[in-house]
């Protein structure tokens, strides 16, 4: 038989014991060493058979053995002063306590989030990142308050027919076993936060918060007694089921999320966020809940939505449009139309926002960046790809001019680096973790000392790896008696590659088997073998995907290269430290500009790891030549079969007269001296930049900060300054079609101009019905390429010179004639306003009908 119900049953703890519950119940166990330790203490033997999970420990424990710690003096001051430790990690001012005029909090939305393994709310990059956001964002004292969805199965869990299928298989995740707490109203009462549908058909949720250091994750559960089975499942699964499906889990992440904030902060006297960040479209839906909220309180739409865009930030993390969520435009006027529409949000307002190119499409990215005053990518080649990708949205502007900035992604150094690295760094380095400075100082650390981890963590994954592929050799129908070659799978003294990531075809997982002869050759070199650690997911629908992984799988079952390369099934966090923080070398091999950043690579580096990737995300900005290998990539190449055999040969060789010549050079003491050498440059010269502690802090102050004064100034005096931007914003479209730039002159350009000469330039504008007080004029000048098109322009403001009851106006002002070759000019009339954040913020250019200036002209 079959129960009906899984629940978990909590142990009680001693009275002695009870700050026991309360480290548990604080997910900063999952970056804190320390604290491992006193769990692992609690049932040495226990602790190994629960996966390292304190909330499984405690629940699997024997009472008799909580009595005899209980009783234990030693262990009771351990408990103690762990409790101690976590709150003053909790309550002592920190880096954001520093700052003057900082947001009083910050909301962060995400579909997913990767804390630990313990808690598998995550399918990948976008859920490790948010995951590693919350936890910098804890050890800096940045009060940001996350939501998220709380998914009863999570995403799956990946295990392999004999054939090297992927198969999947969704266990049921009770939230009494995990680190959760349920969030009460005063009265003790379960908060309920609701959410209505079309039909009259109300959607109800609960909220569970975790505790993430000092942030709270609020993760919305819709599997409540009231809502009936259709509205139970919409929390059941991490990115499952069709269209529908997806709404109504965007629906509940956006709305939901605003109003179990505004719960939580009723219920616990929180501060109310001053900046909501939005970590891709997903939960783009909560900028249409706060201008609900906003115009319930009187104002009119465009006032709240000038209200609500100043306090946005939105970030996107996708390359290609296909990763965009969008939905026929006719569900999302059901949704918000009819029955169910909200009196003061016309459900025409809200069609616009999601507008694009399509016809009948709703666009959740294009929601997002319209809800948001501030938009970036996460790094500065996604920058580039971004804006050109999303360039529609501000017609007339170039590519460089599309206010969508970058801040390139970090990782969380005490989640992902080996405990014996983060040891030796408090021993020899102890202001290093997480800082900026002091990365020079890696220089002191001595060769022997670094390549005793390197040689350490290598055999810690090997041995993990043995086991790991035993378990799933088990799982497809091998015996025991037939799995004796897994006993020397691997060799700890071998030169090891990792590849490990989510398996769309863009990443190329089979790149590798391009050429499988050539692998071979490589995998069994005699002198300087080579092995390969591999991981990976496909989205449960993608049968190419699946087809991939077969493909790999295949080839590491054959007899002969078995023992060099394997496929670990089933990648989560716990597999991905092991592979980071064991493998010499980190490849990535996607289709370049695909990778919108790729943070596994940094987390490698960080353990004395080196990258070999194709130049994408974050390697682009930060390869320097020395610091790892560059795969060489074959931009210009139409067809992918040629392009793929272009860049897998080229990987070939670097691995084989790079990579292992330079790990396989010994001195006469047995150390890689060229390659350590590698190493230490690998860590001073990226060890700074990775950190999500240098993310959280560009975020603070490049977007957070300026994001709360926009809100202040917007919300000051009862929201009047919104007004009259909404009013002035609306002015402005109005008028737009007579502002006109009529006439362009350079009043001292000589026959022969030369470099380090200046340019006199007069502009005639027609303002139509603005005043100059409503424009900007300005000279954009520099190179020009042979279509006359301008390449990364300079700007220059143009002054007023006067004005003329006519409606028009003469601005002048002085451009330099800063570099040598072809030079030209032109003039552009942009709106202004102290409230615009960029020049390209309305949308509205107005440029002279033909091309003016010396686009032909040679400067000397």
């Given amino acids: ?453 390197r040689n350490r963590l290598r055999a810690r994954l090997v041995n993990a790896a043995r086991e790991r592929l035993r378990r799933s050799w088990l799982a497809r129908g091998a015996s025991r008696a037939e799995l004796g070659w897994i006993e020397d799978a691997l060799d700890p003294n071998v030169l090891t590659i990792g590849f490990a990531r989510r398996v769309p075809s863009y990443k190329r997982l089979t790149l590798m088997l391009n050429d499988q002869e050539r692998l071979r050759e490589l995998l069994l070199n005699p002198e300087k073998p080579v092995q390969i650690v591999i991981a990976g997911k496909a989205h449960p629908a993608d049968e190419g995907g699946k087809k991939l992984i077969q493909q790999i799988v295949r080839f590491a079952d054959s007899e002969d290269v078995r023992h060099r390369i394997v496929f670990l099934p089933d990648y989560d966090m716990a597999l991905g430290q092991l592979l980071v923080q064991g493998c010499d070398v980190w490849m990535n091999n996607p289709l370049r500009p695909l990778e919108a950043c790729g943070t596994s690579g940094m987390k490698a580096a960080l353990n004395g790891g080196l990258n070999l990737s194709i130049r994408d995300g974050w390697w682009d900005e930060w390869f320097d030549g020395t610091n790892g290998w560059a795969v060489p990539t074959a931009d210009g190449v139409a067809d992918p079969d040629r392009r793929d055999e272009l860049e897998a040969h080229a990987l070939y060789d670097l691995i084989d007269h790079e990579v292992a010549d330079r790990f396989y050079d010994r001195a006469s003491d047995g150390l890689p001296l060229r390659w350590l050498e590698m190493v230490r440059h690998t860590l001073t010269s990226l060890g700074p930049k990775v950190l999500a502690g240098r993310m959280l802090r560009d975020y603070v102050i490049g977007l957070y900060a300026p994001a709360a004064g926009s809100a202040r100034a917007l919300s000051a005096d009862g929201y009047e300054p919104a007004r009259h931007f909404a009013a002035w914003k609306l002015r402005v479209h109005q008028a737009w079609p007579g502002v006109r730039v009529e006439h362009v002159e350079a009043t001292n350009l000589g026959d022969t101009p030369e470099v380090g000469a200046s340019l006199e330039l007069r502009a005639a504008i027609a303002l139509g019905e603005l005043q100059p007080s409503d424009i900007r004029v300005q000279a954009a000048y520099g190179l020009v390429g042979q279509h006359d098109e301008m390449v990364g322009p300079s700007y220059a403001d143009l002054t007023l010179e006067t004005e003329a009851d006519d409606g028009k106006a003469v601005y002048s002002g002085t451009i330099p004639l800063d570099r040598t070759g072809s030079f030209g000019y032109t003039v552009r009339v942009v709106p202004d306003h102290p409230l615009v954040a960029t020049p390209a913020e309305l949308g509205l250019i107005a440029v002279p009908e033909e091309p003016v200036g010396m686009t032909n002209g040679t400067l000397r």
């Fill in 1 to 453: 038989m079959r129960a009906i119900r899984r629940f978990t049953v909590r142990t009680v703890l001693p009275p002695e014991l009870a700050p026991l519950g309360e480290l548990v119940h604080n997910l900063r166990w999952s970056w804190h060493p320390e604290t491992l330790d006193l769990f692992a203490e609690v049932d040495p033997a226990t602790w190994e058979r629960v996966g390292h999970d304190p909330v499984a420990l405690l629940g699997a424990v024997e009472a008799s053995r909580l009595r005899e710690l209980a009783a234990d003096r030693r262990f009771l001051r351990r408990v103690a002063d762990a409790a101690d430790d976590l709150h003053e990690y909790m309550t002592a001012p920190r880096w954001y306590q520093t700052l003057a005029e900082a947001p009083r909090a910050i909301a962060y939305f995400s579909p997913e989030y990767g804390i630990a393994a313990a808690l598998p709310q995550y399918s990948g990059g976008l859920g490790i990142l948010a995951g590693d956001h919350l936890k910098a964002a804890s050890d800096l004292g940045v009060p940001i308050l996350a939501v998220g969805l709380l998914y009863r199965h999570g995403y799956f869990t990946q295990s392999l027919s004999p054939e090297g299928w992927q198969l999947e298989h969704y266990p049921s995740l009770d939230p009494g076993g995990l680190p959760l707490t349920l969030l009460k109203e005063r009265d003790g009462t379960p908060v309920r936060v609701t959410v209505s549908l079309p039909e009259q058909r109300p959607l109800h949720a609960q909220v569970w918060v975790a505790q993430v250091g000092r942030v709270p994750l609020l993760l919305l559960d819709s599997d409540v007694a009231e809502n009936d089975n259709a509205a139970r499942d919409v929390t059941d699964r991490l990115y499952g089921g069709g269209t529908d499906h997806r709404l109504l889990q965007e629906l509940l992440l956006g709305i939901g999320g605003v109003r179990a904030i505004r719960a939580y902060c009723r219920v616990g006297d929180h501060p109310e966020p001053e900046v909501f960040h939005t970590n891709e479209g997903h939960a783009g839906f909560l900028g249409l809940e706060r201008i609900r909220e906003l115009t319930e309180a009187r104002l009119s739409f465009d006032e709240a939505l000038e209200a609500v865009r100043a306090g946005t930030v939105f970030t996107t993390h996708t390359p290609v449009p296909a990763g965009i969520d969008r939905f026929p435009a006719e569900m999302i006027a059901r949704q918000f139309g009819g029955d169910n529409a909200w009196p003061t949000v016309p459900v025409e307002r809200i069609l616009e926002l999601g507008a694009e190119d399509e016809p009948g499409k709703f666009n959740m990215a294009a929601m997002g960046m319209r809800l948001a005053q501030r938009v970036n990518g996460v790094s500065e080649l996604h920058g580039e790809v971004s804006r050109e990708m999303f360039r529609g949205l501000w017609p007339g502007f170039d590519a460089d001019d599309i206010p969508i900035g970058s801040i390139t992604n970090g990782v969380h150094a005490p989640t992902w680096v080996g405990r014996e690295i983060m040891e030796l760094a408090g021993r020899e380095l102890p202001t290093l973790v997480e800082r900026a400075q002091g990365w020079e100082g890696v220089n002191k650390i001595s060769d022997v000392d670094v390549w005793g981890i």
